[in-house]
């Protein structure tokens, strides 16, 4: 902001704010409270967040290894027969390498044995039964067949023609995974996860395996939280899921390590926690290829001709999601909380501030005020709103303030008065500003009358209620009988047609502080010496500074605040008055005129 007046642009000025000291029993103990609140609220969030604590995102490696051996009963084809044999897997045959933080284990499979490249026809589907080689089109390939069609209808099996293709054949039967699924001791399977954790912002490594663990463990959430060997089957049961029913289709598992690391040295905590969660979606149905699947295959030469075993595995994908923070102490972080925590303190001011804004503005101030229950505190808090609260009108061209004396406040008329007297027009009520005395106390005001000034008759007269028009020429507005005509042009008259007075009676000239504060010369002459204390008053001009002197201090008397002095218009009957006590010696008076 550019500095103001005399100051120059570079000049030291600082703006502070003003404020209103409220010193009340109850709401010094609300503030308090509302404090104390803050205050504790704020330690305890610094303490049980380690708000004060500089946290860094964990950074890791996994390592896993699955163990378990099952004995798995297959049925094998041999010389046109079928025969099932035993057979059993071990790590080696049932795990694939992963990338990534993942595992997997093969829980079920299907099989076709002894494919070879050739001519056959396809596996009967919906899309590939053929009548004759006119639903079959040479060169087609669709997405969902193993092969490229020749364009020939053959026999699959019995009656059954589908559209002969190019492939490794026979092609792959289209069955649905064996029930119930053919590892399905798979879950006893047990892994062992490896996780190393760095937080290089702490300089900090540590990792799930501490030295002095029982390698023969198996994990339990609550009697043995640490263990880093899980048995899969413990995994689905945590989730609530079957292990069987995943094991048909295959899944996928998210096992979470939770890494919440205190590394201060007074309260270090740095252990993981294990929690899992089933990533794929089990509620999806056979249309949306449910479960986990990927085919491989196995190549061998028979008779120099390459063949292959085409496996179909369904099995659990396990993904290792490793995360977590790592927090130490951080000066700074420290200071930024407490920073970020003062404007919370505020809030009391703000909170009082409201409370005394509705109960004095929303109770007091509407017409329900006498019934009002808490009309005492409503009183009360109506009378912080007044001293808090300034209010300030637009400085308008039509802005101007009346006061009559036979009335408490005072009025705002902010209109044009198009012809009426101002004294017709209502206004809108405003508060009289209260009375400061202090301001009176520095006058010369001597109770005792001042020396007669020659020329000028005593006028002091004690206000009466007893009303007599002086003359005939008394306008029709004027209820106190001292009021004359204006001397303005036509159109701004209606400006000048004020009365002292609302209702007939007694009028304000005729009372002792006028005669004693407007009107007394030494008086004024003492005011103008106030502001300019070296003034010389030389006879042409003393007495219209008299007069505008007499003007303000009656503005002042009456109005109180100088905002309203300034839009303040003066009865006629006290502005003939003032004038004919310093009156002008030729020409007319000029009157009122907004000072925007
Ligand atoms: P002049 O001395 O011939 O100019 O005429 P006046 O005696 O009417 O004084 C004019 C000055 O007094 C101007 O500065 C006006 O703003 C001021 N004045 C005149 N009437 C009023 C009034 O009703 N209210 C206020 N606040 N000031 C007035
Ligand atoms: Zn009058
Ligand atoms: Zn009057």
Redesign the pocket.
């Known amino acids: 902001m550019p500095a103001r007046g005399p100051c120059p642009l570079l000049c030291q000025s600082v703006q502070v704010g003003k404020v209103v000291q409220i010193q009340s029993l109850w709401i010094g103990i609300l503030k308090n409270l509302f404090m104390t609140g803050t205050l504790l609220y704020i330690c305890f969030a610094l303490v049980s967040d380690k708000l004060y604590q500089r946290k860094e995102p964990v950074i890791s490696s996994v390592h896993t290894k699955v163990k378990g051996v099952v004995e798995v009963k297959e049925e094998v084809v041999e010389n046109g027969k079928k025969k099932v044999v035993q057979r059993v897997f071990d790590t080696a045959d049932y795990t694939f390498p992963l990338q990534g933080n993942s595992f997997f284990v093969m829980t079920n499979f299907l099989q076709t044995e002894g494919q070879e490249q050739g001519l056959c026809p396809q596996y009967p589907t919906r899309w590939t039964l053929c009548a004759s080689d006119r639903g079959c089109k040479k060169g087609w390939m669709d997405p969902q067949s193993k092969g490229i069609q020749t364009g020939r209808c053959v026999v699959f099996k019995e009656n059954q023609k589908t559209c002969e293709v190019s492939a490794w054949c026979p092609t792959e039967a289209m069955e649905e995974a064996p029930r119930p699924a053919l590892l399905n001791s798979a879950e006893n399977f047990t892994v062992l996860i490896k996780n190393n954790i760095d937080f290089p912002g702490h300089n900090y490594t540590t990792r799930n395996i501490l030295p002095d663990i029982n390698i023969t463990c198996t994990f339990h959430k609550t009697q043995n939280p640490l263990c880093p060997i899980f048995r899969l089957g413990d995994i689905f049961r945590e989730t609530g899921d079957n292990f069987s029913e995943v094991a048909i289709q295959g899944g996928i598992m998210g096992i979470e390590i939770y890494w919440d690391c205190n590394l201060d040295s007074w309260s270090h905590h740095c252990r993981p926690k294990y929690s899992f969660r089933r990533l794929d979606d089990k509620t999806t149905n056979e249309s949306l290829y449910p479960g986990y699947n990927f085919r491989y295959a196995k190549y061998y030469k028979e008779h120099g001709i390459e063949k292959r075993t085409l496996i179909k595995v369904f099995g659990i994908r396990f993904d290792i999601l490793v995360f977590g923070t790592g927090g130490k102490f951080d000066f700074i972080q420290l200071i930024v909380y407490i920073g970020s925590t003062l404007s919370y303190f505020g809030l009391a001011t703000v909170f009082i501030d409201l409370l005394i804004n509705t109960y004095s503005s929303a109770c007091c101030r509407s017409h329900v005020y006498p019934r009002c229950r808490c009309c005492e505190s409503c009183a009360v808090n109506e009378y912080y709103y007044r001293k808090k609260c300034e209010p300030v009108v637009e400085p308008k061209m039509t802005l101007k303030y009346v006061s009559f004396v036979d009335e408490s406040h005072i009025r705002m008329v902010d209109e044009q008065l198009l012809g009426r007297s101002l004294q017709d027009v209502k206004g809108e009520k405003v508060p009289r500003p209260l009375m400061d005395f202090t301001d009176l106390s520095r006058l010369p005001l001597s109770l005792d009358d001042p020396p007669p000034i020659p020329g000028q008759p005593e006028q002091i007269q004690l206000l009466s209620e007893e009303v007599i028009p002086r003359s005939g020429s008394t306008p029709g507005w004027c209820q106190c009988g001292n009021c004359l005509p204006s001397q303005l042009p036509e159109g701004l008259r209606c400006?000048?047609e004020?009365c002292c007075r609302r209702k007939p009676g007694a009028c304000i000239t005729t009372s002792e502080p006028f005669q004693k504060l407007i009107l007394a010369r030494r008086v004024l002459h003492f005011l103008l010496l106030y502001q300019e204390p070296l003034l010389v008053l030389d006879a042409d001009s003393t007495n219209?500074r008299l007069?505008?002197c007499a003007?303000?201090c009656?503005?002042t008397w009456r109005f109180g605040s100088p905002d309203l002095?300034?839009?303040?218009?003066?009865?006629s009957c006290c502005?003939w008055r003032?004038?004919k006590e310093f009156p002008?010696s030729r020409?007319?008076?000029?009157?009122?005129?907004?000072?925007y």
């Open positions: 400006l000048e004020l219209s007069r505008h003007y303000r009656y503005a002095a300034n839009f303040a218009i003066l009865p502005r003032i004038r002008k020409g007319q008076y000029s009157g009122f005129k907004s000072p």
